[in-house]
């Protein structure tokens, strides 16, 4: 999806899950990775990766001069930040090689999603009209919503491209490849995002009845990750998809098993709804 879609459909997911719907800006989070162009849909749509981006993003979005749209603080406050870790790159031993590549990770993130925030802002602004809600506009700190939105962007990509989301474990792509088949491709590609026809997509997602449930944040995490690993091709071994529950859900200090056949249910039911609403324009004849 385009990064308005994606803010839609995170606000939407944040409502049936009880959560901030403020945390929807962090559903773009992963576009940051279109700079440079090798790192795009890569670097920061690998669910290894998307911790350390969630925290940069929490601080830097709530840290000051984002709420306000106030970007020359930003600028200043990632001017600080870079200086800060090119100093303690300088100081790390040649051999230190883990050391660099976090470092080098988080001067990334700063620099890239400061850029990016101005833009940030203009889809969550754009997107209170359709979820109408105001809430959306007014930026989260709370982890578990901003968790959840940044998961559903790799999880929405699907319909676009394939993903790599489970790299370094498994390079196998997850994608919404029945989809495809049944579309035209080419006019879907050409046409489906184009303002006229994007946009009430948007308006007719977000009001569909599917949002109308109660979800429970955890294990929503857990359920997209599952359907992300059952979209891949070659199927993507049970026990990279299970790591990569684990570990995503220990990064948010969530050690429970989490029961989520409901939620899963529920993917099931989005994705149907997602597919019908496409099909009435882009069905292959």
């Not at 590549?101 to 001067?107: H, N, Q, Y």
């Not at 249910?265 to 069905?283: D, G, S």
Request: proline share 5%; net charge negative.
């Amino acid at each position: 999806m385009d990064w308005g879609t994606h803010v839609v459909l995170a606000a939407k997911l944040l409502e049936s899950c009880s959560l901030d719907k403020g945390a929807s800006i962090y559903s773009v989070i992963p576009v940051i990775d279109k700079e440079p162009p090798h790192f795009h849909r890569v670097y920061a749509h690998i669910l290894e990766n998307q911790p350390d981006f969630l925290d940069v993003a929490m601080e830097v979005l709530n840290g000051g001069g984002a709420s306000e749209s106030d970007f020359s603080i930003l600028n200043q406050r990632k001017d600080e930040k870079l200086k800060q870790f090119n100093v303690e790159l300088a100081k790390l031993p040649s051999d230190d090689y883990e050391g660099k590549r976090r470092l080098e990770k988080k001067i990334y993130a700063h620099r890239r999603i400061v850029e990016e925030t101005p833009c940030f802002i203009n889809h969550a602004e754009d997107a209170v009209d359709i979820v109408e809600d105001e809430s959306v506009r007014n930026i989260s700190a709370d982890k578990l919503s901003a968790a959840v939105s940044l998961l559903s962007h790799t999880y929405f990509d699907v319909w676009n491209n394939p993903v790599q989301v489970f790299l370094p474990s498994c390079s196998y792509c997850s994608a919404q490849w029945e989809f495809w088949n049944n579309v035209d491709y080419m006019k879907f590609r050409s046409d489906f995002y184009k303002p006229e026809n994007i946009i009430p997509f948007r308006k007719e997602i977000a009001k569909s009845k599917v949002w109308n449930t109660k979800l429970k944040p955890e294990a929503i995490i857990k359920a997209m990750i599952i359907r992300m690993g059952e979209l891949g091709q070659p199927a993507i071994p049970y026990e990279v998809v299970d790591m990569g529950v684990r570990d995503f859900l220990r990064y948010l200090d969530i050690n429970d098993y989490q029961k989520a056949d409901k939620e899963l249910e529920f993917c099931h039911m989005l994705e149907n709804e997602i597919h019908e609403i496409i099909y009435k324009n882009y069905r292959k004849e």
